[in-house]
């Protein structure tokens, strides 16, 4: 009987595996090495990409984290503002942009997962490869000082004697203010006409001018307009300390504590250790005391979620949109 491994026949084996071993761990050694990210990542500006006109949270929170940035990597972030589309047109074009780790890109829930739903943006949720959540800023309604309404039980009133009779402002279409002032009014029994705007900075000119009778925004734009704004509610479990006179959508009988997340993503191309890095990045600057002490004296509230943490807060967030979407008619 022949042998295939015969004395012809085993040294052509032995070559022909030696040649494949040699092979593959040529390529498992080249992987790791053009996918780490360098040892002295970042020595270069960043460009970070705000999905919303100037001025707005996103932006604000951008220059904050700029300049805990530079003090800690010595390095600047090229703030670039790409509005459209409350946010749509700087998410669907996110994974076009270089994968080298110096292009990021700001992002908000619930955008992220409510536009997809309604069906007219060129991206989907899971297209977006958020690396950190970072804070969010907590629902209000915001009223100017000369507003009839004097309290939030005014406003409502207002609107139950005529649907669509009160405006309410806000950021975009199909965003957080968006699902906010649904959830309003599902829970209030009233029908506003909601006004969107381009970012939060852009409606402020018509909230103070009184050309809108109330905006669905947040306390960071309460804080900033404090002395020519009144506010009527917030979203928060307890009562905010800059305004102790306003009551929680929760004492109001509204199970509301909520707002706008907003994190960092980067595009798909990046490798995986950049990513982390990235991650690392926004943990630290979160640490850093004068960055902290500007974003609470700026109304917003600092979480951290980071990379590997993401699928599973993605996946809780989807859940409390699901709901809010069918009160906006996203889905039946």
Do not use: C
């Given at each position: 009987m022949n042998n295939p491994l015969s004395r012809y026949a085993l040294p052509q084996l032995l070559r022909t595996l030696l040649t494949g071993t040699i092979a593959a761990l040529g390529v498992a050694a080249a992987v790791p090495a053009a996918a780490q990210a360098p040892a002295n990542y970042p020595d270069k500006p960043i460009r970070y990409i705000i999905p919303f006109a100037p001025g707005g949270e996103s932006d604000i929170a951008a220059r904050f984290q700029s300049q805990a940035f530079k003090k800690k990597y010595g390095q600047d972030f090229i703030v670039e503002s790409k509005?459209?589309?409350?946010?749509?047109?700087?998410?669907?074009?996110?994974?076009?942009?270089?994968?080298?780790?110096?292009t990021w890109i700001s992002t908000n829930l619930p955008h992220l997962v409510l536009q997809p739903l309604e069906g007219n943006v060129q991206y989907k949720t899971d297209d977006i490869h958020n690396v950190y959540f970072y804070h969010y800023t907590p629902d209000a309604i915001v009223v100017r000082n000369e507003s009839p309404f004097k309290t939030y039980q005014d406003f409502i009133k207002a609107a139950k004697a005529k649907a669509d009779a009160v405006s309410i402002a806000g950021s975009g279409l199909n965003s957080a203010n968006h699902a906010a002032n649904a959830r309003l009014e599902g829970a209030a029994g009233i029908k506003l006409n909601y006004v969107p705007f381009k970012g939060t900075g852009d409606l402020v000119a018509s909230l103070l001018g009184g050309h809108v009778d109330a905006a669905m925004s947040y306390v960071?734009?309460?804080?900033?307009?404090?002395?020519?704004?009144?506010?009527?509610?917030?979203?928060?479990?307890?009562?905010?300390?800059?305004?102790?006179?306003?009551?929680?959508?929760?004492?109001?009988?509204?199970?509301?504590?909520?707002?706008?997340?907003?994190?960092?993503?980067?595009?798909?191309?990046?490798?995986?250790?950049?990513?982390?890095?990235?991650?690392?990045?926004?943990?630290?600057?979160?640490?850093?005391?004068?960055?902290?002490?500007?974003?609470?004296?700026?109304?917003?509230?600092?979480?951290?979620?980071?990379v590997e943490r993401i699928p599973a807060f993605m996946a809780d967030r989807k859940k409390v949109y699901t709901e809010v979407a069918k009160q906006m008619g996203l889905i039946k």
């Open positions: 509005p459209g589309g409350g946010g749509a047109l700087a998410w669907s074009q996110a994974n076009g942009f270089p994968g080298d780790g110096y960071t734009l309460a804080l900033a307009q404090k002395g020519r704004t009144r506010v009527l509610a917030i979203a928060t479990e307890k009562r905010h300390p800059a305004f102790p006179d306003t009551p929680t959508f929760k004492e109001l009988g509204i199970e509301w504590v909520d707002g706008a997340y907003r994190g960092v993503a980067v595009p798909a191309s990046t490798p995986a250790p950049i990513r982390k890095r990235i991650s690392d990045i926004f943990a630290e600057i979160n640490k850093d005391p004068e960055f902290r002490q500007r974003m609470i004296d700026g109304g917003f509230e600092i979480i951290d979620v980071p």
